[in-house]
């Protein structure tokens, strides 16, 4: 005879966007002092980013104020992540979603917002080792004005950070404390935003922003680099987003060592991590030895590695660009041995004592 279990039903959603949020998170590495190093997995928000938060705020402030009413169109450059949420948001809510792009931006992230019904709109990159960032966004403004679309303007959007405050409080409620945060910066919104709302929750948080050397946001002189998703380049115009009293220290990274994290944490963990995610990582465990005893440092892991198996994970891209170095790899995996060494003896020491 069956027994009919009398069970509360599931609660499916009938949408990707209510999906977003409640990232899990992964301890990467631990000292013998107790000092651990948390990653914030963003990849496991629908489209693969933590982007697709800003996109649902930016949009659905929009409505409210009514400056995007029902069928219209929106338009934004993006290196890809935002677009990817902004197409999402706008193929759920009936919007027309053109996204101004470059060469510069990862081939499988231009190709899924395509998939997802996006227009793309695509500028010159000639320069190697360069985002043609100033451009996408005078071509933006230009189609903008040209056709009265939508432009979020995500570097300015105050949604961009306020997007982020149920990240802040995801982190919140899940750590006992969070004494470092880092994360890279680009608009400027992931890092500042969750600070903000971690800061207004009474967490006493010491927030380190990563930018790829070769980018102007910590006042470099700047030049050419290869990290997508972070940075501004020479000539570009920072946005209201990147908020200075938010962030205690500014830190450049070389697209070798913010590759060569992004590579190592792969095949440690099986995860595959974008390449400012990456750098924000090699910062991290740069760092992880010298924090006082107990400290839980924090990374924000922007976006998915499966969007870059053509340039970060393939070794033939690298060695084109004189990006691949083995001595760095080797160099990051004796770190990783040494704090795992640290805690065993760490662990082997109470022990004797407890027995002595």
Same mark, same amino acid.
């Given at each position: 005879?069956?027994?009919?279990?009398?069970?509360? !039903?599931?609660?499916?959603?009938?949408?990707? =966007?209510?999906?977003?949020?409640?990232?899990?998170?992964?301890?990467?590495?631990?000292?013998?002092?107790?000092?651990?190093?948390?990653?914030?997995?963003?990849?496991?928000?629908?489209?693969?980013?933590?982007?697709? +938060?800003?996109?649902?705020?930016?949009?659905?402030? #929009?409505?409210? =104020?009514?400056?995007?009413?029902?069928?219209?169109?929106?338009?934004?450059?993006?290196?890809?992540?935002?677009?990817?949420?902004?197409?999402?948001?706008?193929?759920? +809510?009936?919007?027309?979603?053109?996204?101004?792009? /470059?060469?510069? !931006?990862? %081939?499988?992230?231009?190709?899924?917002?395509?998939?997802?019904?996006?227009?793309?709109?695509?500028?010159?990159?000639?320069?190697?080792?360069?985002?043609?960032?100033?451009?996408?966004?005078?071509?933006?403004?230009?189609?903008?004005?040209?056709?009265?679309?939508?432009?979020?303007?995500?570097?300015?959007?105050?949604?961009?950070?306020?997007?982020?405050?149920?990240?802040?409080?995801?982190?919140?409620?899940?750590?006992?404390?969070?004494?470092?945060?880092?994360?890279?910066?680009?608009?400027?919104?992931?890092?500042?935003?969750?600070?903000?709302?971690?800061?207004?929750?009474?967490?006493?948080?010491?927030?380190?922003?990563?930018?790829?050397?070769?980018?102007?946001?910590?006042?470099?002189?700047?030049?050419?680099?290869?990290?997508?998703? #972070?940075?501004?380049?020479?000539?570009?115009?920072?946005? #209201?987003?990147? /908020?200075?009293?938010?962030?205690?220290?500014?830190?450049?990274?070389?697209?070798?060592?913010?590759?060569?994290?992004?590579?190592?944490?792969? *095949? *440690?963990?099986?995860?595959?991590?974008?390449?400012?995610?990456?750098?924000?990582?090699?910062?991290?465990?740069?760092?992880?030895?010298?924090?006082?005893?107990?400290?839980?440092?924090?990374?924000?892991?922007?976006?998915?590695?499966? %969007?870059?198996? /053509?340039?970060?994970?393939?070794?033939?891209?690298?060695?084109?660009?004189?990006?691949?170095?083995?001595?760095?790899?080797?160099?990051?995996?004796?770190?990783?041995?040494?704090?795992? /060494?640290?805690?065993?003896?760490?662990?082997?020491?109470?022990?004797?004592?407890?027995?002595?």
């Amino acid at each position: 005879m069956l027994t009919t279990l009398n069970r509360p !039903a599931a609660v499916v959603p009938d949408r990707a =966007s209510d999906l977003i949020g409640n990232t899990p998170l992964l301890e990467l590495a631990r000292t013998g002092t107790g000092t651990r190093l948390v990653l914030k997995l963003e990849q496991f928000n629908p489209t693969g980013s933590g982007k697709v +938060r800003i996109a649902r705020r930016m949009i659905e402030d #929009a409505e409210r =104020s009514g400056a995007l009413r029902p069928g219209g169109h929106i338009v934004e450059p993006t290196s890809g992540n935002t677009g990817l949420g902004l197409a999402l948001i706008a193929l759920e +809510r009936g919007y027309r979603f053109t996204a101004v792009v /470059d060469g510069h !931006a990862s %081939k499988d992230k231009l190709r899924a917002m395509a998939a997802t019904g996006a227009e793309l709109v695509f500028v010159d990159s000639s320069g190697a080792g360069g985002p043609s960032t100033v451009e996408r966004r005078r071509v933006a403004d230009e189609i903008a004005r040209r056709t009265g679309a939508f432009r979020p303007d995500q570097h300015n959007n105050p949604g961009n950070c306020a997007g982020y405050a149920e990240l802040a409080r995801e982190l919140f409620d899940a750590l006992p404390s969070i004494d470092h945060l880092i994360g890279a910066v680009g608009t400027g919104g992931s890092l500042c935003g969750t600070t903000r709302e971690l800061r207004r929750l009474g967490a006493s948080v010491t927030t380190i922003g990563v930018e790829p050397a070769g980018s102007i946001i910590f006042g470099g002189p700047g030049g050419p680099y290869w990290q997508t998703g #972070a940075g501004s380049p020479p000539g570009f115009t920072i946005g #209201a987003n990147v /908020d200075y009293t938010c962030i205690d220290e500014g830190l450049q990274v070389s697209d070798i060592d913010a590759f060569t994290s992004a590579r190592v944490v792969a *095949r *440690r963990t099986g995860l595959l991590v974008g390449g400012t995610a990456g750098a924000a990582v090699h910062v991290a465990l740069r760092r992880l030895a010298v924090l006082p005893a107990g400290s839980t440092v924090v990374v924000l892991v922007c976006d998915a590695g499966e %969007k870059y198996l /053509d340039t970060i994970y393939d070794d033939e891209w690298l060695r084109a660009r004189q990006l691949l170095n083995e001595a760095a790899h080797q160099r990051l995996y004796r770190l990783l041995n040494a704090y795992a /060494d640290s805690v065993r003896i760490a662990a082997g020491d109470r022990r004797q004592r407890a027995s002595a």
